[in-house]
C-alpha cells in the first residue's frame, strides 16, 4: 500500500487527537528509521526517547520471540518469571525497594499518587491531603497525571480534575515552601523537565526539596519516564543529585517500545501505603513486558550503555553549543545528556522540523520553542556529525 493511502485509512479510522507528520515509518536499523518509500531517516527522537537501544538490537528481539513462543500474558493472580526478574533489575538500579509494573508512564504516575495520598491516610486519618506540583510539567493526559501537570492548555477542556493539588515554581525552593500546608503529603517534579522546554533541575533546588520533604514527612515523587534509563549520563537523573525519592516514575526506555511503565518505592513507602485491593492492573507485569525490560538491563549492562551515553553526550553538548554561537536565532542549550534542547527565538520552531524531517533527520520539539533531541542512547559520534550537517541544512 503507498504512503498517501495508508496515511488516508488512518485518517478514516483513528480518532484525530494528533497532527501526525506526512511519512509512514516502515522499520528501522540502528539508529535509522525508513519508510514505506524506502526514504532513510536518521532519528533522533527514537519514538519520544523510549527506543534507547536503537532498532535491530539481536539480543532484545530474541528475548521477545522466545518469550512470545512461551508465555504473553497471565495476570496479576499468579506469578510469573520475568516479572520477578524485571523487578529485582529495577529495584538493584535504583537503590529502592518495591515495584509496580504499570502499561505506562501515565499510569505510573496515576499509582504514585495513590500511594503517596494513602501513606499519608494511614499516618492521620485524613482524606484530604494536598500534593504539590510544579508550573510547566508534564506528567500524563489521565485525569490523575493531568491534574498534575502544570500547563492550563492541557487542563482547561477537562475541568474539574482532582482537588486539593497545588503549583509552585520549579527551580525556586521559596516557591515551594510557600504552597506547603499541614496537608501537604507529596511533592512531585521532573528531575528534568521534558514537554515544558528541557529545564534540569537545579542541585540546590532538589537537594532544598528532599530536605524540606525530610523535615515535615511529606513524600517526594521524581518522574523519570523520559529522564530515566541512561538518558541524563546516569541509569536515573536523580542520581547526580545526591538525592533520593519516596517513589520514582519510570517507563518511555524501560522497554525499549514495548508498553511498560513503573513505580518504584522505597521501603519506609512500600509499609506504608497500597496493601491488596487499593490498586491493580490487568496488563501490567505481563510475563512480554517484563521480558522486555529484564533485556534492557541486561543490555544496558553488557553494552556498558550508561558509560557510552557520558562520553557520546559532551561530543553532542559541545557541537550544539557551536550552533548557538553560529546562528542567532539559536539563543541557548539546555539539557542532560541525551536529553538535549535548542531554544529557538524569531522563527517557529515546527518549521525547523518539517525541514528537517525532509532532509532525513527526526527530530522534535519540546513547548512552544525548543527544538528537542533524544535520540537512541546508541548514537556515535559520527551521528552526531551527520546530525548537525543535516540541521545545519534545514536552517
Not at 537523573?237 to 518511555?252: E, F, L, R
Not at 525499549?256 to 511503565?261: N, T
Not at 533485556?295 to 549492562?301: G, L, N, Q, R, S
Amino acid at each position: 500500500m503507498k504512503a498517501n493511502e495508508i496515511m488516508e485509512k488512518a485518517e478514516n479510522y483513528v480518532l484525530h487527537t494528533y497532527n501526525r507528520y506526512p511519512v509512514v515509518l516502515d522499520h528501522g536499523k540502528g539508529v535509522r528509521l525508513y519508510d514505506v518509500e524506502g526514504k532513510e531517516y536518521l532519528d533522533f527522537a527514537a519514538g519520544i526517547a523510549v527506543f534507547a537501544l536503537g532498532y535491530g538490537n539481536e539480543t532484545y528481539d530474541q528475548t521477545l520471540k522466545d518469550q512470545i513462543d512461551r508465555l504473553i500474558h497471565t495476570s496479576n493472580l499468579y506469578y510469573n518469571e520475568p516479572m520477578a526478574d524485571a523487578a529485582e533489575k529495577l529495584v538493584k538500579a535504583s537503590g529502592m525497594d518495591k515495584v509496580f509494573f504499570t502499561n505506562s508512564g501515565t499510569e505510573a504516575i496515576e499509582g504514585a499518587l495513590k500511594a503517596a495520598r494513602k501513606y499519608a491516610y494511614l499516618r492521620d486519618g485524613h482524606s484530604d491531603h494536598e500534593i504539590i506540583a510544579m508550573n510547566h510539567s508534564f506528567h500524563g493526559r489521565s485525569m490523575g497525571a493531568l491534574s498534575v501537570t502544570g500547563n492550563t492548555h492541557y487542563q482547561d477542556p477537562f475541568r474539574p480534575l482532582i482537588g486539593g493539588i497545588r503549583f509552585a515554581d520549579f527551580n525556586d525552593l521559596e516557591s515551594v515552601k510557600a504552597q506547603i500546608t499541614e496537608k501537604t503529603c507529596a511533592i512531585i517534579l521532573e528531575t528534568v523537565q521534558g514537554e515544558g522546554g528541557i529545564y534540569p533541575a537545579d542541585p540546590e533546588f532538589l537537594k532544598g526539596v528532599r530536605a524540606l520533604c525530610d523535615e515535615k514527612d511529606i513524600l517526594l515523587i521524581l518522574d523519570e519516564i523520559q529522564c530515566g534509563m541512561g538518558r541524563t549520563g546516569s541509569m536515573f537523573a536523580w542520581q547526580q543529585y545526591g538525592v533520593k525519592p519516596d517513589i520514582m516514575t519510570c517507563a518511555k526506555a524501560l522497554g525499549c517500545g514495548i508498553p511498560v511503565g513503573a513505580f518504584v518505592l522505597n521501603q519506609k513507602t512500600a509499609e506504608h501505603s497500597l496493601v491488596p485491593g487499593d490498586h491493580g492492573t490487568t496488563y501490567g507485569g505481563n510475563p512480554l513486558a517484563c521480558a522486555a525490560v529484564s533485556a534492557v538491563f541486561d543490555i544496558f549492562e553488557k553494552e556498558k550503555i550508561v558509560d557510552h551515553v557520558q562520553q557520546v553526550s559532551a561530543y553532542l553538548e559541545k557541537q550544539l553549543d557551536e550552533l548557538v554561537e553560529k546562528y542567532e536565532f539559536l539563543t541557548v542549550r539546555r539539557g542532560k545528556g541525551l536529553m538535549q534542547g535548542l531554544v529557538v527565538s524569531g522563527r517557529p520552531v515546527g518549521e525547523i522540523v518539517q525541514q528537517a524531517l525532509k532532509n532525513g533527520l527526526l527530530v522534535i520539539t519540546a513547548g512552544s520553542d525548543v527544538l528537542r533531541m533524544v535520540p537512541p542512547l546508541v548514537i556515535t559520534e559520527a551521528d552526531v556529525d551527520e546530525m548537525i550537517e543535516k540541521l545545519e541544512k534545514s536552517f
